[in-house]
Structure formats: C-alpha cells, structure tokens
C-alpha cells in the first residue's frame, strides 16, 4: 500500500493567521514544528494502518516548509515548487509509483467561504472558484484531478469548516478537525499532542480506504474564476482559452481537469504578477 500526503499548512494545528504561514516570519519558524507534527502523525497512523510506503508532497507557498530532520524516518518528502500538478504530484506517476490512497493534510476553505485563512493558491485576489457550476475549494479541485488516475481521498485534515467542505467532495474520507473557526484569523486551537493522537487515529482507520480505483472520466469541466479587481481578468485571458464572463469573472474549459488544474496554475500565475502591493 502506497500512501501520498499532500501537505498544506494554513490547516495545520495552531495556525490562524498570516505571519504563521509566511516563510521567513518568526511565526513561521515557530508552526513548522506543528506542521510537521501534524504530518507525522499522518505517517505513522497509515503505517499502523498497513501501509508500505508513504510519500509527502510539500504542498504550501515555496514547497519547503515541512521540518525534513524531524520527519519520520520511515517515509519520503518532495519538496521544492515547480512540480507539474503542484499539490498533487505524484498521482499520475506511473505503475508502482502511483499510490493507492491520497491524504489531504493541513487544508483550508475555499476563497470566498468562511474558514481559517481561507483562500484557493492565492493568498488573496481570488474571492471564487466554481467548477461546473459548484464552489471549489483547493481540497475539491486537487480531488478531481486525483480521480482521475483512480486515487481516492481517504482523509482531510484542517479546520471545522475544512472537514465539512471534503465531505462534499470525498464523502468517505476521513475527517480530523484541528481547530474550530472563529473568523478568518482566529480559532480555537487544540495543541499538537491532542491532534497528533487524532490524527494518528484517523489515519489508521483511513487507510482501509486505499484501494485504487477505475480512473473517474468526469470531464469536460467549465471553471470559473472570480476576482477582487476588474483589471486582473485581463491578466487571466492573457492565457489561451481564458475568456471574460464578468466585470470581475473569467472562465474556461477543459477535457480534463488534469489540463484544468494547469490552466488554473497559469492563470494564478500571471493575475499574481499583476497585483500592486498597495491596492491590489
């Protein structure tokens, strides 16, 4: 049994706000302890569980993030950005490679939801994503693609508004929430002993759920984008098949959300090079 981690930090236990996520901050140095504590557990409830391999993907800003030396010494990390399917590298690697169960840890809302910072690959600027029609979350959008090559979300971790969002979009994963949503930069935080004990649990249980599955063929998908400036969608249809479906909006379409989920990269891309620092 081959697990994959995807590993997100603004849902990890103790972290409420920005100076806890930014790489460089004192704050930051400070959560990476418990991010990684967080992903730790994960490890060794999926060994508990039977697993043969676990594998991490470092998933937040720069990609390096998580504490490598105090990682358990039974699984590997990837770690560095500038990976082909970013938060979820390593689903679409072939045969053995390929895992039979992915796990969602340290995740978030959705931009534009409530939840502890709460946002979709960019901080700020984005206050939507829909596909087809249904509000996304980086936990929904990454799931799709993971179907795609027949791996199922088997557990989600993050804040109280994190787990009910995955049981929309993973409905038989498992759940652990670290923190209970005040606002977006405050919540009620359990400390890392009791949340490893958690997650560990959960974990355990989660990776019955690792059976690789038919691969899904959902497509085609319409993603729609939403802004906070009328001028960042001109930005967006700088990218081929983006167009304009709003004062504040664009939209595209893809077979595949392999090809949607790059398409969203590049749009990301681009409308971040085009926010000034002051407004935006």
């Not at 979009?169 to 498992?174: E, G, K, L, M, T």
Request: glycine letters at 10%; a negative charge.
């Amino acid at each position: 049994m081959r697990i994959l981690i995807s590993a997100d930090m603004e849902g990890a236990t103790g972290v409420t706000w920005p100076a806890d996520v930014l790489p460089g901050t004192e704050q930051w140095q400070r959560c990476r302890g418990m991010f990684t504590s967080d992903v730790n557990a994960a490890i060794a409830g999926f060994y508990d569980g039977g697993a043969d391999e676990v594998v991490v993907n470092e998933a937040h800003w720069t990609m390096r993030n998580l504490l490598l030396e105090q990682l358990d010494k039974r699984a590997e990390m990837l770690t560095g950005r500038h990976k082909d399917l970013s938060m979820v590298e390593g689903v679409q690697y072939e045969d053995h490679r390929r895992p039979d169960g992915i796990a969602f840890v340290g995740y978030h809302t959705g931009a534009g939801t409530e939840g502890v910072l709460a946002h979709t690959y960019l901080a700020n600027s984005i206050t939507g994503v829909w596909v087809n029609g249904e509000r996304a979350s980086e936990g929904r959008l990454n799931a799709l693609v993971a179907a795609e090559y027949g791996v199922p979300v088997v557990l989600v971790t993050g804040d109280d508004r994190t787990a009910l969002d995955a049981h929309t979009y993973a409905p038989d994963a498992y759940t652990v929430g670290v923190k209970d949503y005040v606002s977006r930069y405050a919540a009620v935080c359990r400390p890392p002993a009791r949340t490893a004990e958690d997650i560990r649990a959960a974990a355990k249980q989660a990776a019955a759920l690792a059976v690789r599955q038919e691969p899904a063929r959902g497509g085609p998908f319409s993603v729609e984008v939403e802004f906070d400036a009328a001028h960042l969608v001109g930005a967006a249809c700088v990218v081929p098949s983006v167009e304009r479906c709003g004062e504040r909006r664009v939209r595209y379409a893809a077979t595949t959300m392999y090809e949607g989920i790059r398409c969203f990269k590049a749009v990301t891309t681009l409308v971040s090079a085009a926010v000034e620092e002051q407004y935006g």
